[in-house]
C-alpha cells in the first residue's frame, strides 16, 4: 500500500495533458455523487467529466463505483491521456482539503480489498452514511449487491456487458457522425434503455430493492449507481437517489448547502454553455 500512496502523491504532483482550466467563479456545493466513469473503457466521456471538474467544487466528493472498468482492462488496455487526467482531478481535489471518499463497485471490485485505507487522500469504504445539510441520513453504496443478474448469474453478468459494450460502439459512431453536423451529445444506449419494456421494469425493481435495504439500516435515503440511470424518487418515504454515469447520460447528483439534492445534467450544460447568445432587437 505504501508503493500506492507514492504512486499516488507522484500522480498528484505530475501534469496534466489538458491543462486544468481556470474559472473564475467555480459551482460551489456541499457534496458530489459521481459513479460508472468507467475509465479504461472507450465508452467513458473523459473529456466531458473533466470540464464537470473544472468548473464544480465541493467540500465533500463520493466516487460511487465503478470509477475505473477492470473487467475490460483484463481484456485490452486502453487508457488515453485524457483517463489519466481524470485521475489527476480527482487526486488533486483531495490534495485540496476536499473530503473524497471511494466506494468501488464490481467493475473495479479489485478495489474492495483496501476499504478501510487511503489512497493519495481518498478514503476507499466499502459503503457509507452521509449526513445532509438538513439533517437527513443517506446511504451510499456502489448497488451491485442488488443486482440478481449479478449475484445469482456472474456469467451472464459478463455476457451483458459484452453486448453492452457493442452498443455502446454504435453509440460513438453515432455522436461521431452528430459532431460534424455540430449537433449536441445524444445517448443512444439511454434511448434504447428507456423504451425496452424488461429495462424499465428491472431499474425499478432494483431501485425498490435497494430502497427497502436503506430502509432496513435506519436511513432516510440512499445514494447509488450502478444501473446507468439518473433518478431521484420517492419510494415508501424512502429518498432513492442514482447520481447516474460518465458513459450514457454524463449526470451528477449534487447537495446544496441546505441539503437540497439536484441532478446535473452536464452535457446539457455544455450545450447550453455553447449556445450562442440570443442577438439583441433594435428598437425600431
Known amino acids: 500500500?505504501?508503493?500506492?500512496?507514492?504512486?499516488?502523491?507522484?500522480?498528484?504532483?505530475?501534469?496534466?495533458?489538458?491543462?486544468?482550466?481556470?474559472?473564475?467563479?467555480?459551482?460551489?456545493?456541499?457534496?458530489?455523487?459521481?459513479?460508472?466513469?468507467?475509465?479504461?473503457?472507450?465508452?467513458?466521456?473523459?473529456?466531458?467529466?473533466?470540464?464537470?471538474?473544472?468548473?464544480?467544487?465541493?467540500?465533500?466528493?463520493?466516487?460511487?463505483?465503478?470509477?475505473?472498468?477492470?473487467?475490460?482492462?483484463?481484456?485490452?488496455?486502453?487508457?488515453?491521456?485524457?483517463?489519466?487526467?481524470?485521475?489527476?482531478?480527482?487526486?488533486?481535489?483531495?490534495?485540496?482539503?476536499?473530503?473524497?471518499?471511494?466506494?468501488?463497485?464490481?467493475?473495479d471490485e479489485l478495489v474492495r480489498q483496501f476499504c478501510g485505507l487511503d489512497f493519495g487522500g481518498i478514503a476507499i469504504r466499502r459503503d457509507a452514511m452521509h449526513e445532509t445539510a438538513d439533517g437527513r441520513k443517506l446511504l451510499v453504496l456502489h448497488g451491485d449487491e442488488f443486482d440478481a443478474i449479478m449475484l445469482s448469474h456472474r456469467w451472464l453478468a459478463y455476457l451483458g456487458d459484452a453486448a453492452y459494450e457493442a452498443i455502446m460502439g454504435l453509440n460513438r459512431l453515432v455522436n461521431a457522425w452528430r459532431r460534424l453536423f455540430r449537433m449536441p451529445y445524444w445517448s443512444l444506449s439511454k434511448h434504447a434503455k428507456a423504451k425496452v419494456k424488461n429495462a424499465v421494469e428491472f431499474i425499478s425493481k432494483y431501485e425498490e430493492v435497494v430502497a427497502q435495504a436503506a430502509a432496513h439500516r435506519g436511513a432516510d435515503g440512499v445514494v447509488c449507481g450502478h444501473i446507468h440511470t439518473a433518478e431521484f424518487r420517492d419510494i415508501g418515504g424512502i429518498a432513492y437517489y442514482n447520481d447516474g454515469d460518465w458513459v450514457e447520460g454524463c449526470t451528477a447528483l449534487v447537495e446544496h448547502f441546505d441539503g437540497r439534492m439536484e441532478i446535473l445534467h452536464w452535457a446539457d450544460e455544455i450545450q447550453e454553455r455553447q449556445a450562442p447568445a440570443p442577438s439583441l432587437m433594435l428598437a425600431a
Not at 17 to 42: F, K, M, N
Not at 44 to 70: P, Q, R, T
Not at 76 to 93: G, M, S, T, Y
Open 1 to 107: 500500500m505504501n508503493d500506492l500512496s507514492n504512486l499516488a502523491r507522484d500522480f498528484a504532483t505530475s501534469q496534466p495533458a489538458i491543462p486544468e482550466r481556470v474559472i473564475c467563479r467555480r459551482r460551489q456545493y456541499r457534496t458530489i455523487w459521481i459513479s460508472d466513469v468507467h475509465l479504461g473503457t472507450r465508452g467513458c466521456n473523459a473529456e466531458m467529466l473533466i470540464d464537470f471538474l473544472d468548473h464544480v467544487d465541493s467540500e465533500k466528493m463520493y466516487l460511487v463505483g465503478d470509477i475505473i472498468d477492470g473487467w475490460r482492462l483484463k481484456k485490452k488496455l486502453h487508457w488515453p491521456a485524457a483517463h489519466n487526467d481524470v485521475v489527476w482531478r480527482l487526486l488533486k481535489r483531495a490534495k485540496r482539503g476536499a473530503e473524497v471518499i471511494y466506494i468501488p463497485g464490481n467493475h
